[in-house]
């Protein structure tokens, strides 16, 4: 049974930096995608950054491309999101995900597990 622990959210003020943290317990990291999305009030999910199986492949959306990085340690079966140049609109819950795929860049629903969401809030 998978399960799945996020943490590291919190309040920052513009122009901080927060890192996301997300353990996956009983998943190989050898065999998923991963990623992390987010989710603003009123707004729909967005997904924000993914990093393929082998870790040779990263994508960004554009609202966070130079700003946000994702990383995994497979040995601490950890996945990251770092976050830098934090802007009032990326206030939203945010929510780390695994599909078990060995291709790029998944569908959302091809994402099996799930972390329970961390609030991250970003003050003017």
């Known amino acids: 049974q998978v399960q799945v622990v996020e943490s590291g959210g919190g309040l920052v003020q513009a122009g901080g930096s927060l890192m996301l943290s997300c353990r996956f317990s009983g998943l190989s990291f050898d065999d998923s995608a991963m990623a992390w999305f987010r989710q603003a009030p009123g707004k729909a999910r967005e997904e924000i950054a993914c990093i393929n199986w082998s870790g040779s492949t990263t994508y960004y959306a554009d609202s966070v491309k130079g700003r946000f990085i994702i990383s995994k340690d497979k040995a601490k079966n950890l996945l990251y999101i770092r976050m830098n140049s934090l802007k009032p609109e990326d206030t939203a819950m945010y929510y780390c995900?695994?599909?078990?795929?060995?291709?790029?860049?998944?569908?959302?629903?091809?994402?099996?597990?799930w972390g329970q969401g961390t609030q991250v809030t970003v003050s003017s």
């Open positions: 995900a695994a599909a078990p795929v060995h291709y790029d860049l998944p569908s959302e629903d091809e994402y099996t597990y």
